[in-house]
Structures are given as structure tokens and as C-alpha cells.
């Protein structure tokens, strides 16, 4: 198991939840992993071991709410395991505007893209955002594409993959079947979508870390954490 600091990377995840301003009590780790789920419990983390049939990480979240019995207005926060530098800021910000724009079945975080690579590239996911902050598409494509000025990026923004929603529309949500673009794209949040659900999207601004996806990741996101 990775380690940062002689802490594995989820504990760092943790930490950055605490930081944010959320109770320990409040936080829960879920795995299907036994070797994770051991080493959170030796570090008396709240942690839930969830079915290993699961297809996605929302739908072992949802396990989770049914196993707690939250009720159906309460509002999680989705933060992925693998992101010990995301900003406490990021995950404070997007809990408020969560709460406070419950016109949403989910809320998300997106970020100016500032470069014309980045636009282009199908790894960053670009989030179509229209007025009042409602998410109208996530895709892979340079969207939006200005038609008179190809090379601009003014209204360009990339997906934080972080989420918040109630328990009620989690359930919805894992209620759907995969569907046709979310397949195209490899984007769960087009389930949503095209089920007629509504996506928030605030707008931060502030530094995004990356995840760890791979060894360099490791090493980088490592060599950067032990040098502060």
C-alpha cells in the first residue's frame, strides 16, 4: 500500500476533510478492499467495507447511506481516495453551495482552463456551463467551440471531479441504467443528464491537485508533499 509521509494515501484524504471544517464523526471511508479497510480501521477511521459488485464508486456511496439510514435530504460529499493535496477550500465551498442552491439534484465543482492544451486535450473533461451555474454537458471535445474565434477559451471550464448530492437523488441517481452518452464518453455524470437530473456547477477558484492515477503521479504528488 502507498505510502506518503508513513500515512497511505487515504489518510491524507481524510485529513483534508478535517481541514475543510467536517466532524471525524462525519467522515466515512468506503472500500471493497480488505487491505484498505484494515489499515483505516488500525487508524481509527470510520470506514464501511461495501459490495465488491459495485460498478462505480456512487454506487458503493449510496450502499453506504442505506447502511447509515440517512435520511433522504441529507447531503453527501463525494471525495475520491486517491486526491491527498485536494484543497480543503474546494470541498467548504462546494458543501455551501450545495446547501444553499438545493435547486440542484447535484452540485459539482468546475475551473477556468487556461490554456488552448488543455482544451484540447480528452483528458481534461470540460463542463458546458450555462446561466445560473446549471451544468447543460460534460464532455471530452473542446466544448464550447467559438465559432468566430476558434482559439478562444473565455468560457472554457474543466471538471473537478468532486460531487455533492442528497441521499434522494443519489438514489435516483443509481437507480439509472448506464446510459447511451454516458457510454460514448466514459462520463458517469451524463447518467444524470440524460435522466432529466440537474447539475450545479460552482465555480472555484484556487489551485487544483492532481489525483494519483500512476506511479509518477505518486512520485510527483509524493516529492511535493515531504518538500513542505
Known amino acids: 500500500m502507498l505510502e506518503i509521509l508513513n ?25 471493497d478492499d480488505e487491505r484498505i479497510f484494515q489499515k483505516a480501521l488500525s487508524l481509527n477511521l470510520n470506514t464501511l467495507m461495501t459490495s465488491l459488485q459495485h460498478e462505480s464508486g456512487t454506487d458503493r456511496i449510496y450502499e453506504v447511506a442505506r447502511i447509515k439510514g440517512w435520511e433522504s435530504q441529507d447531503i453527501i ?11 480543503p477550500a474546494l470541498i467548504r465551498q ?21 490554456s488552448l492544451s488543455d ?3 480528452p483528458n481534461v473533461v470540460k ?3 450555462g446561466l445560473n451555474n446549471r451544468a447543460l454537458y460534460f464532455t471530452r471535445s473542446a466544448s464550447p467551440y467559438r465559432r ?13 471531479g468532486i460531487y455533492a448530492y442528497s441521499v434522494q437523488s443519489l438514489s435516483k441517481f443509481c437507480s439509472f441504467g448506464e446510459a ?4 460514448y464518453e466514459k462520463l458517469e455524470q451524463l447518467r444524470a443528464l440524460s435522466n432529466g437530473l440537474s447539475i450545479g456547477a460552482w465555480y472555484y ?7 494519483i492515477d500512476t506511479l509518477s503521479d505518486y512520485q510527483n504528488v509524493k516529492n511535493r508533499m515531504e518538500a513542505l
Open 148 to 160: 468566430d474565434i476558434p482559439t478562444s477559451i473565455d468560457l472554457a471550464f474543466k471538471h473537478i
Open 7 to 31: 500515512k497511505p494515501i487515504f489518510w491524507h484524504v481524510h485529513q483534508r476533510c478535517i481541514e475543510a471544517g467536517f466532524s471525524e464523526n462525519d467522515i466515512y471511508l468506503a472500500t
Open 94 to 114: 462546494l458543501a455551501e453551495f450545495s446547501s444553499s442552491r438545493t435547486e440542484f439534484d447535484i452540485t459539482t465543482a468546475v475551473v477556468s482552463i487556461d
Open 205 to 211: 477558484n484556487g489551485e487544483v491537485a492532481h489525483g
Open 77 to 87: 460529499i463525494n471525495v475520491q481516495g486517491d486526491e491527498p493535496m485536494i484543497s
Open 119 to 121: 482544451f484540447e486535450n
Open 180 to 183: 447511451p452518452l454516458e457510454a
Open 127 to 129: 463542463a458546458v456551463v
